[in-house]
DNA sequence: CGGACATTTGACAAGCTTCAAGAGAAGTGG
DNA sequence: CCACTTCTCTTGAAGCTTGTCAAATGTCCG
C-alpha cells in the first residue's frame, strides 16, 4: 500500500539546522534566532502513509504544517463526486496556511507518498507575525508563490488544450523537482530522471481532463519520443519540444523561504 | 469610453478615516495606531480609466494598491494571445501583492470600469511587517483570500460544464457585490440588482469558454428565468436554482481586512 | 450617417467524455 | 503456490459538449 519515495527518506531531525530541506540550496537562509524560533513554534513531527488525508475538505483542523518529505496534493470535489487537483505538494512547503483565514472555502488535503512533517503550534502563528517580522514576511511570500502556481493551473485548464496542458504539467512539476535536488541520473550518466508518484488519475484531476482523454494524451507525447514515464520515473526526452507546445519557458531559480 | 460605475463615485477621502469602504461593515476595525500608519504608507492615491492596464503582464512595476472604486480583474495570456481571466478585483481589494514575491510567474492587471486606487509605497511593505505586524498578518489574511478565489475558479474551470460556470459565476459576483452594499433595489422595492460592467468576452475570458458559447450558455439561462442582465446590471431572478446548478452554496460573510 | 464594438444565431467541425472491455501488475488468502 | 481480487493502464467506438466560422442585428458615438 504504502509507496516510499525515498525523497528525503528519513523523517525531520529534531535539530532544524540538520534539515536536509535547507541544505538543498532551494531556500532563502535565515538567521540564527529565527531558526530558533521555527524550532519552538514546532509542536511535533508525524508520518502518514501513502493516500491518506492529511486535511479534510469538510471539517479541517486548523494544524499548520511543513510537508518534509513525500508528496501530497491540495483538492476540492463537487457534491457529485468530481474532483479538481488544485495544486502539488512537495517537500518545503508549507500546508493548511489557507484555513487560518478560511472564508467557507475549504479544500483538502491528502498524500500521494508515505509523507512526513513538521507540525507546528495551533494558534502560533500570530506570535510568528508579531516576534518574527520577517517570518511573517516569509509566510505571506509562500502564500503568494502558491497563488502563483493555481494561477498558472487556472490558464492551463481554462485555456491549454489536452496536449499542451499535459506537456505544461511535465515541465512544471519536473522543473520543481530539479530544484529541489531529486533529479537523479542513472549508472551511464546519461539518462536523468525524477521520482513521479502520481497517476493518471491525479493527472487528469489536476488538468481538468477525463481519465481516458489524459491517457491517450500522454501516450501520443510518449510516442512522440518527448517523455518517458516508467516505473514511477520521469524523463524529458525533448525539453525544448516540451517547452514549445507547453508555452512555458524556465525561469531563473530564486531561492524560496521554508518554515 | 469610459464607463463610471458610480460604485463609490467619488476619489478616495484624504483621511483613511473618512473611507467609504470602512464605514460598509464589510471589513474588519483597524485600531487607531494602525490606520494612521496605513496613511502614511499610502504614498498617493490615482484613478484611471476604463479599459487601462494598471499592471503591465511583461514588466511589472513593483507598485501596490488598494483598488477603491470600480472594477478591474488579474489575468494571464500565452503567446498566441488566448487570455485567461484569473479573478475579478473589487473595491477594497489589495493589488500587486503577487509581484512582490514573483517568481517570474507574471500576470497583468487590468481595469474594467473607470477606478480609483489607493497607491502604496514601493518597498513600504516590509515596514508594514516590521512596525505593524497585525497589518502583516491581514495582508496575509487578503493573500490567503485571493488565493481562495482562484482555488475556487480552478474547480469551475476544470470541473464544471458551460451550465455550472456561468451559475457559479453569477452567484459568486453577485455575492461579492452584495456584502460590498452594492445591491440596489429599485422605486418600486422589488427588484434588487448590481451594476455588472463587465461583457460576454470577459465572461468567457474568466470561465474558459469560448465568447460564443458563453452567449448561448447565458441566453438558455435568461430564457429559463434565472437571471437578467440589462443594461449593465445584473438581476438574480432564482438563486436558489442557480445555487443548485453551481453546486455553490452560500458561506456566512466573514469581515475582512482592508489596507 | 459611418465605424467600432457587443450581442446574437445557425451550421458545422473538432475535441473531449463516456462506455466498454481487455491486459498487466500487485496483493491476499486458501 | 496458485486462484482471485483489485488497481492501473490501455484501446476502440460512439456521442455530446464546446469551439470555430460566418453573418446579422443593435447600440453608441463622433
Same mark, same amino acid.
Given at each position: 500500500?504504502?509507496?516510499?519515495?525515498?525523497?528525503?527518506?528519513?523523517?525531520?531531525?529534531?535539530?532544524?539546522?540538520?534539515?536536509?530541506?535547507?541544505?538543498?540550496?532551494?531556500?532563502?537562509?535565515?538567521?540564527?534566532?529565527?531558526?530558533?524560533f521555527?524550532?519552538?513554534?514546532?509542536?511535533?513531527?508525524?508520518?502518514?502513509?501513502?493516500?491518506?488525508?492529511?486535511?479534510h475538505?469538510?471539517?479541517?483542523?486548523?494544524?499548520?504544517?511543513?510537508?518534509?518529505?513525500?508528496?501530497?496534493?491540495?483538492?476540492?470535489?463537487?457534491?457529485?463526486?468530481?474532483?479538481?487537483?488544485l495544486?502539488?505538494?512537495?517537500?518545503?512547503?508549507?500546508?493548511?496556511?489557507?484555513?487560518?483565514?478560511?472564508?467557507?472555502?475549504?479544500?483538502?488535503?491528502?498524500?500521494? /507518498?508515505?509523507?512526513? +512533517?513538521?507540525?507546528?503550534?495551533?494558534? !502560533? =502563528?500570530? #506570535? &510568528?507575525?508579531?516576534?518574527h517580522?520577517? %517570518?511573517?514576511?516569509?509566510?505571506?511570500?509562500?502564500?503568494?508563490?502558491?497563488?502563483?502556481?493555481?494561477?498558472?493551473?487556472?490558464?492551463?485548464?481554462?485555456?491549454?488544450?489536452?496536449?499542451?496542458?499535459?506537456?505544461?504539467?511535465l515541465?512544471?512539476?519536473?522543473r520543481?523537482?530539479e530544484?529541489?535536488?531529486?533529479?537523479?541520473?542513472?549508472?551511464?550518466?546519461?539518462?536523468?530522471?525524477?521520482?513521479?508518484?502520481?497517476?493518471?488519475?491525479?493527472?487528469?484531476?489536476?488538468?481538468?481532463?477525463?481519465?481516458?482523454? /489524459?491517457?491517450?494524451? +500522454?501516450?501520443?507525447?510518449?510516442?512522440? !519520443? =518527448?517523455? #518517458? &514515464?516508467?516505473?514511477?520515473?520521469?524523463? %524529458?526526452?525533448?525539453?525544448?519540444?516540451?517547452?514549445?507546445?507547453?508555452?512555458?519557458?524556465?525561469?531563473?531559480?530564486?531561492?524560496?523561504?521554508?518554515?
Amino acid at each position: 500500500m504504502s509507496k516510499d519515495t525515498a525523497l528525503f527518506a528519513t523523517v525531520p531531525p529534531a535539530q532544524c539546522q540538520a534539515c536536509r530541506l535547507r541544505q538543498t540550496g532551494a531556500f532563502t537562509a535565515v538567521k540564527p534566532k529565527e531558526l530558533a524560533f521555527i524550532e519552538t513554534f514546532r509542536a511535533s513531527t508525524a508520518s502518514k502513509s501513502a493516500g491518506s488525508t492529511l486535511i479534510h475538505e469538510q471539517k479541517p483542523n486548523g494544524k499548520l504544517f511543513t510537508l518534509y518529505s513525500g508528496w501530497a496534493f491540495r483538492y476540492k470535489t463537487l457534491s457529485d463526486g468530481r474532483r479538481q487537483i488544485l495544486n502539488f505538494l512537495l517537500p518545503g512547503e508549507l500546508i493548511g496556511l489557507q484555513q487560518e483565514f478560511a472564508d467557507g472555502a475549504m479544500h483538502g488535503i491528502e498524500a500521494v /507518498t508515505d509523507v512526513s +512533517l513538521c507540525v507546528f503550534k495551533r494558534d !502560533g =502563528l500570530w #506570535d &510568528l507575525f508579531r516576534h518574527h517580522p520577517s %517570518l511573517g514576511y516569509d509566510v505571506t511570500w509562500m502564500s503568494a508563490r502558491e497563488e502563483g502556481f493555481v494561477d498558472d493551473n487556472l490558464l492551463t485548464a481554462g485555456r491549454r488544450n489536452a496536449t499542451e496542458r499535459v506537456a505544461m504539467l511535465l515541465m512544471h512539476l519536473y522543473r520543481r523537482l530539479e530544484r529541489l535536488g531529486l533529479e537523479r541520473t542513472d549508472a551511464d550518466g546519461l539518462d536523468a530522471s525524477v521520482e513521479f508518484p502520481i497517476n493518471q488519475q491525479h493527472i487528469a484531476d489536476n488538468l481538468g481532463l477525463s481519465l481516458v482523454h /489524459t491517457n491517450k494524451t +500522454l501516450r501520443r507525447l510518449h510516442k512522440l !519520443g =518527448l517523455h #518517458d &514515464l516508467t516505473d514511477g520515473r520521469l524523463r %524529458l526526452l525533448n525539453t525544448k519540444a516540451l517547452e514549445r507546445i507547453a508555452d512555458y519557458y524556465d525561469t531563473p531559480l530564486k531561492r524560496v523561504p521554508l518554515l
